[in-house]
């Protein structure tokens, strides 16, 4: 089977695929830490954009979260933004993690509680307000392709010696098209024995969350590179990880449904499907650059107490080193409003690279 039917397998397979199958993931008890499990400095930093958002909008507004994972992002944002949202809806197709996300918001005061609503496919109706995805886009399914001396050539998966293993054939039509398209965009040919990957996915995903968004804007956060550098003929093993436990590896055929397995994301494609969808690519930075621009060091200096101080400076390094989150994890901002200054991207914005 193609690649992408295997990760999506492995990911989404009922009852059995990582995200669907109840165990515990997020944290330091589970197998990797996002921004929002690593305290409340993103989602406070966040609140603040997102506040600037609403003042602009200027109307009640509706919050989108897709893959809300814990649900730590939502439950600190409802608490932390000044200008509360009349609807904070959660696209999540993860029956376990509807459950975790709920557990999570039981904490909640009842009127912040009852404006959260569980959604399959994103609202019919159109509303004003804002998207946020954190890390959802690095778990859509991707597709690999390998260049090989005899041409172009697609990763499948097929069962060996008891054993899953990789194969090259033949790429099927929608995959030679996206690497026609893609190689328009590169400066040098890709050499042989190149492997990378595209997700077909991503365009339509971001076509069909943002569809019913008559007024704001999306927030995509991730991995991942503008496409100029994610294709680089030097990053020749693609992007392709793997979490289990807090070690990172790149088998994707060890423990499937009981691992994480993710890819970097082509900022690039993703803004322009953001386009294609009638959005203007309102910034693209750094997290370093986004949080630290919305103020993230203030919480650290208005501390309470030293040991206050302490954790949260922990939770800064975490968030803006270039060593650790800072540098790799991108914020994406699209827009469907006439003014959209966002002071996330007042530091340093690098839609250029884009
Ligand atoms: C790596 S987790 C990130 C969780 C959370 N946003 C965070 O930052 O902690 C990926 C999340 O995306 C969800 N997801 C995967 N595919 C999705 C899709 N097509 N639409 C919406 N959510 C999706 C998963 O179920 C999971 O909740």
């Not at 005899?150 to 929608?174: A, D, F, Y």
Request: proline fraction near 6%.
């Amino acid at each position: 089977m193609p690649f992408d039917r295997y990760m999506a397998m492995a990911l989404y397979e009922p009852g059995l695929g990582y995200y669907v199958n109840g165990l515990h993931k997020f944290g330091l008890s589970g197998d990797f830490v996002t921004a929002p499990e690593e305290g409340s400095l993103f989602a406070a930093a966040l609140a603040r954009q997102i506040d600037e958002i609403a003042e602009v909008l200027g109307e009640p507004y509706t919050i989108l979260e897709p893959g809300a994972g814990s649900g730590a992002l939502a439950r600190d944002l409802l608490l932390g933004l000044k200008d509360k949202p009349s609807r904070y809806l959660i696209l999540e197709p993860s029956a376990a993690l509807r459950q975790v996300q709920r557990d999570t918001l039981s904490t909640l005061p009842s009127a912040l509680q009852a404006c959260v609503g569980w959604l399959d496919a994103p609202p019919e109706e159109s509303f004003t307000g804002v998207i946020i995805a954190n890390e959802v886009a690095d778990a859509l399914p991707v597709s690999i392709f390998e260049i090989t001396d005899k041409g172009l050539r697609e990763r499948c998966v097929k069962l060996g010696n008891q054993r899953l293993e990789w194969s090259l054939e033949l790429p099927r039509p929608r995959l030679k098209q996206a690497f026609e398209e893609l190689t328009q965009h590169l400066n040098e040919a890709l050499p042989v024995g190149y492997f990378s990957e595209i997700s077909l996915d991503l365009p339509g995903w971001i076509e069909t969350i943002s569809r019913p968004l008559q007024k704001g804007a999306v927030l995509l956060v991730d991995y991942g590179y503008p496409r100029s550098e994610y294709y680089l003929p030097a990053r020749a093993t693609g992007t392709l990880i793997c979490h289990f436990r807090h070690r990172a590896y790149f088998d994707p055929f060890v423990w499937p449904g009981l691992t994480d397995i993710s890819a970097w994301v082509d900022f690039s494609a993703a803004a322009e499907a953001g386009q294609r969808a009638g959005l203007d690519v309102a910034g693209f930075a750094t997290q370093a650059d986004f949080l630290l621009a919305l103020g993230a060091h203030q919480c650290v200096e208005q501390a309470e107490d030293e040991q206050s101080r302490l954790r949260l400076a922990g939770e800064l390094k975490r968030l803006i080193l270039p060593g650790e989150m800072g540098e790799k994890f991108k914020m994406l901002a699209l827009s469907r409003l006439a003014d959209c200054r966002l002071s996330g991207m007042s530091e340093r914005d690098q839609r250029l690279r884009l």
